[in-house]
């Protein structure tokens, strides 16, 4: 076990502003701009991109515009890892996660069911989290959007369907659906000319909305769509389907040629909401 407690902000100033009135202003306007309406149905999960807030910031309010004023016990962020080789997930288990906006309690009773419950595949390795910024960009938003929740960061080292729907029924069978939000940061297609990546993540929108999660594994596993959080996706979405007779809506989607960026390489970024019981 790691002895690490706290994390500290790795990447504001980076991919989001440092000073926190200028932050909470950024934030608020990201929600308020999209349009979208704080729904009353159970949300279980969103999907929010995970770039600098200048490229997808637009799309990431979407997301958080819907639990606008939700309150969750707890709010498990899932995350692929850019910047480390791992096995399992990774968990963090104790401490809090720090950010402009404050400190935000890890879930401690949380992580210990986990690791009792998976030992092996649930591993306490601290190195995923210290430079990971797919968890960090979402807290603020979360700050911002919900009133106090503890959080459970996992980082995932596999992407594939099974080991999606592995966790998947892990997650559930240990939190359920009922005080918890699912947090799957992901951006899309990169690095694309603008048009060819409108059609890589149409495909990835579509099989998306019809939680067809074989389809779009075999489509990621082909290289036909593209998602740096493919796993985070495909759990999120496996709560909804499998667990939860859920329902995936898209709320927004755009890239970095539409936000603050040129059109010759572009970086795809959609929100998503999954919301309990949407399916007969």
Same mark, same amino acid.
């Given at each position: ?21 200028? &932050? ?18 159970? *949300?279980?999960?969103? *999907? ?18 819907? @639990? ?8 498990? @962020? ?27 309690? *890890? ?25 990971? %910024?797919? @968890? ?5 938003? !979360?700050?911002?959007? !919900?009133?106090?929740?503890? !959080? ?14 592995? !966790?998947?029924? *892990? &997650? ?15 951006? &899309?297609? %990169? ?90």
């Amino acid at each position: 076990m790691s002895i690490v407690a706290d994390r500290p902000a790795a990447w504001a100033g980076v991919f989001y502003p440092a000073e926190p009135g200028r &932050l909470r202003a950024d934030i608020t306007r990201f929600m308020n701009e999209s349009n979208v309406k704080k729904r009353d149905e159970t *949300i279980c999960g969103v *999907i929010s991109p995970h770039a600098g807030y200048v490229y997808s910031g637009p799309v990431a309010g979407h997301a958080y515009a819907a @639990v606008r004023g939700k309150t969750y016990h707890r709010v498990v @962020v899932l995350s692929p890892s850019h910047h480390v080789a791992l096995r399992g997930v990774s968990i963090w288990p104790r401490g809090s996660f720090a950010t402009p906006l404050g400190d935000i309690p *890890i879930d401690e009773e949380g992580a210990t069911l986990l690791m009792e419950r998976a030992d092996g595949f649930f591993v306490d390795f601290p190195a995923a989290h210290e430079r990971e %910024h797919a @968890v960090e960009v979402q807290l603020p938003f !979360l700050q911002v959007a !919900l009133g106090p929740f503890h !959080l459970l960061p996992l980082v995932l080292g596999g992407h594939d369907l099974s080991t999606a729907r592995n !966790l998947a029924r *892990i &997650l559930f069978e240990t939190f359920g659906a009922e005080d918890t939000l699912y947090v799957a940061s992901s951006d &899309l297609s %990169h690095y694309h000319e603008y048009d060819r990546a409108v059609m890589i993540d149409a495909l990835l929108l579509k099989t998306l909305e019809e939680l067809d999660l074989e389809c779009l594994a075999r489509a990621i596993e082909r290289g036909e769509t593209e998602a740096c959080g493919a796993g985070p996706i495909l759990t999120a979405g496996a709560i909804a389907r499998d667990h939860v007779a859920g329902a995936a809506e898209l709320l927004g989607y755009a890239n970095s040629g539409d936000t603050a960026g040129p059109k010759d390489q572009v970086v795809g970024y959609a929100a998503f909401l999954f919301t309990a019981g949407g399916r007969s």
